[in-house]
């Protein structure tokens, strides 16, 4: 099992450069065409040229953010932000309990209203209902 080791990390490492390349944007793609790249990897794959030269040259590779800071493209929107942190969470959290407070109460007046029928129906006695078959 040993010796096969080798050719599976090259073939790991082929299979993640090329898997990489297909879903890096355009626009994150370094030196060449996109579809050079691929064709680099493909071709060169066996050798780890081509997976090697992808990751090391091909993408523009993203810092993470310091804390209060903004990534390296300085576009501070993308940055991940905490639910409790994030007012457009919040406020839809306040509708949706606007929502649900509505909901509850139709339902308490639904209830209300069925057991004030039920207390009537007992306070007048199985007597007087009307039987359901005729």
């Known amino acids: ?3 096969y080791l080798p050719f599976l990390l090259v073939l790991a490492l082929w299979i993640y450069a090329f898997i990489d390349c297909l879903n890096t944007p355009e626009e ?10 691929v064709i680099i990897i493909l071709l060169f794959g066996e050798v780890l040229v081509g997976p090697v030269a992808w990751l090391v040259a091909g993408r523009n590779r993203r810092r993470a953010a310091v804390a209060g800071g ?5 576009n501070r929107s993308q940055q991940w932000v905490a639910p409790d942190d994030n007012p ?9 309990n606007k929502k649900d407070e509505a909901v509850l109460k139709d339902w308490e007046a639904d209830l209300r209203r069925r ?5 009537r129906r007992e306070a007048t006695g199985p007597d007087d209902v009307p039987p359901s078959g005729s």
Do not use: H
């Open 1 to 3: 099992m040993v010796r």
């Open 28 to 37: 994150e793609v370094r030196g060449l065409p996109k579809v050079v790249w």
């Open 70 to 74: 903004t990534s390296s493209s300085g």
């Open 88 to 96: 457009e969470f919040l406020k839809g959290l306040k509708e949706e």
């Open 115 to 119: 057991e004030e029928e039920l207390r």
